[in-house]
């Protein structure tokens, strides 16, 4: 079946500092969801990119999907103690499920 | 305005023993699904229900069982709980299936199995 990887698993930054989170699926997506689940919290969606070099922002962050509808990235700038907590991508597989990355947990030096 | 709203919050179990985790969504939303989430392994679906009516299998769908009741309440049952199922279990829904539409949390159900 479909995989979708994540990388890294873990990320420590200072506050202040950028953080980046990639996604790589083993097959073309025809589009990709974001999510963040806080600390003991459940994930929550962030956002969805459909074409192809989309590139969307929500303040600090910023969505990438690739060219070839194979990856993704979500870059945050300038990181604060409340961006904290679990980033996931999500793929679709068929019309129904969506098949999740591992997951990149961010944690922040204050 | 509950959105998707599980019960119990925390179980404890022993094993062998069964039970049913409860989902109900008010967003009259069409698709629901069950996942189990442990450290590292992300989401990983175990059932799901594109509509009132139909349920299907998800990545791991051993040692469950689903039930859609009706449009609003999906449930899921473990018959003969094992130590591997201690998990943190999600529902959620969609308006329609997950192509193109985002999926709604329920804040889970922390299950321990002993």
């Known amino acids: 079946g479909q995989q979708v990887m994540q990388i890294p698993q873990y990320q420590h930054v200072q506050e202040g500092e950028d953080f980046t989170t990639y996604c790589n699926s083993s097959?073309?997506?025809?589009?990709i969801q974001w999510y963040k689940q806080r600390p003991g919290g459940h994930p929550v969606f962030l956002i969805q990119l459909v074409k192809s070099g989309e590139v969307k922002k929500q303040k600090r962050l910023t969505f990438q999907f690739g060219e070839a509808k194979k990856n993704s990235s979500l870059h945050i700038t300038a990181t604060q103690t409340t961006d904290v907590g679990t980033y996931f991508c999500a793929g679709p597989e068929g019309a129904q499920k969506l098949v999740f990355g591992q997951g990149t947990r961010l944690t922040i030096n204050p | 305005n509950a959105g998707v709203t599980q019960t119990p919050k925390f179980q404890v179990l022993k094993t062998g023993q069964s039970m049913t985790l409860q989902c109900a969504q008010d967003m009259n939303h069409n698709s629901m699904y069950w996942y189990r989430q442990d450290p590292g392994m992300g989401l990983r679906l175990i059932y799901y229900?594109?509509?009132?009516?139909?349920?299907d299998k998800g990545e791991v769908p051993n040692g469950y069982n689903v039930s859609r009741l009706n449009k609003r309440e999906f449930s899921l049952r473990l018959e003969s709980a094992a130590p591997s199922q201690t998990s943190v279990y999600f529902c959620?829904?969609?308006?329609?299936?997950?192509?193109?539409?985002?999926?709604?949390f329920g804040d889970g159900t922390r299950l321990s199995i002993l």
């Open positions: 959620a829904s969609s308006l329609w299936g997950a192509d193109n539409q985002p999926q709604h």
């Open positions: 229900s594109a509509s009132e009516g139909t349920t």
């Open positions: 097959t073309t997506l025809s589009n």
